[in-house]
């Protein structure tokens, strides 16, 4: 403990006493009178050697955007203009805990005039929407530590929380560093597809199987050509906005996790020269957006994903599957974003994407549930844990079975960590176009 918060603590119990001395003891009443005497008057000398809360100036910087699933930081300054000190100075800032973490109190020993005192708090988003950040709230003793003053600054500071569009920039950055490195870029684009593009002449290490011995013949050399990959495919993401993808995973509602990824696959697909469209469905549809291509296009995708909300409905499968289907004029790749619990809700959903298949190739993802797996595995230690060890089994059980039936139907199952989603889901993309099969 402070040795000033011990001679608050010694006074403020002093007072009390000297009262009963003397009221109750006609020997000590005297003392009693000395003491409280004291006691106010060195509360008094305190009180005015104490920082005043209009000495006190703040000066912020917040954030205006915050990315689901990304963390920043609410920076604040603090500066006094007067040469008293603020001791033990505590800072609390308010935020609404819906679509924010309520951040842990920033503490300050000392704080006087010749020093700035930085405050950082950080802003954990917890889903997405328009949060507030609404009160600055601080704290500080005098310098014996007998009084305590608080202020309290009005911030209301609106943020805008919308998918992490800053992660999949730099994901995407990655990925084509790491390809260019190998020398793969150029070859996905040219060389590996069906479209015809040029003729040139063969050079060693080129595939025997694309001379053309018609025109080596003719031109006395070998020769042979060069395909281009096909482009301006399709690509439809469709998400789930039912009550299942509100639960949170790694502190975010699966429908955001859905989204970052979704956002990738878009993002790749677009330089990738295919068209990119989104559609969202639970009860009822709640989004369709025509595709696009083009690198203008991200943005227009970027906003509809922002538009998704989060619902608490069941989702009808049918209507929502048919919907799309009926909307789609030519074949597609459809990446449909959702999850189920077991093999009796899943039915109806594979009933849905049985008619698709026929048509149309899809990638069916889901998040792989750890918390699941954890509890199957856990060593047990009495009966409730077997029981609860026997169910998630099950369940898990119902999850391979559902996945097994949908690759029968040559579904593209995906089932990744959170973190490892994006990543999965864009090489999975990159294997269908290598092998043209949309």
Known sequence: MRPTLRSALLISLGIPLSLILIIWDEGLWLFGVVYLFLALLLIGFDALNSLGASRISLSQNIPQLLYAGHEDYAYFSLTISSRLRAFGVTALLDVESEYLKKAAPVIIDRLDQREVGELAFPLVVKRRGKAKITNLWLKWYSPWGLIVRQTKWDLNHGVSIVPNVHAVKTAALQIDSRDAFH??????????????????????????????????????????????????????????????????????????????????????????????????????????????????????????????????????????????????????????????????????????????????????????????SEVAERKPHSVNDIAKSVVADDFLRDRRVVFERLRRLGVHCIQAPAASLSADLVERYLAIKHQELI
């Open 183 to 372: 020398g793969t870029k150029v070859q996905q684009q040219r060389g590996d597809g069906t479209e015809f593009d040029a003729l040139r002449e063969y050079q060693p290490g080129y595939d025997l199987r694309s001379i053309d011995w018609k025109h080596s013949a003719r031109h006395r050399k070998l020769v042979c050509k060069e395909f281009q990959v096909e482009r301006n495919h399709n690509v439809i993401l469709a998400f789930d906005t039912g009550h299942l993808m509100t639960r949170p995973i790694d502190g975010l509602p699966q429908l955001d996790h859905m989204i970052n990824a979704g956002l990738l696959l878009g993002f790749m697909a677009l330089r990738g020269g295919d068209k990119v469209g989104l559609y969202g469905f639970d009860a009822k549809v709640r989004r369709l957006a025509k595709p696009l291509g083009g690198h203008q296009a991200f943005s227009h995708l970027q906003s509809n994903c922002a538009e998704l909300d989060y619902q608490h409905n069941e989702t009808n499968f049918t209507l929502g599957l048919s919907h799309l289907s009926g909307k789609l004029q030519r074949r597609s790749l459809i990446v449909l974003y959702t999850d189920f619990v077991d093999t009796v809700t899943a039915e109806l959903m594979i009933e849905n994407v049985t008619r698709m298949a026929k048509r149309h190739l899809i990638i069916f993802v889901t998040l792989e549930d750890r918390e699941l």
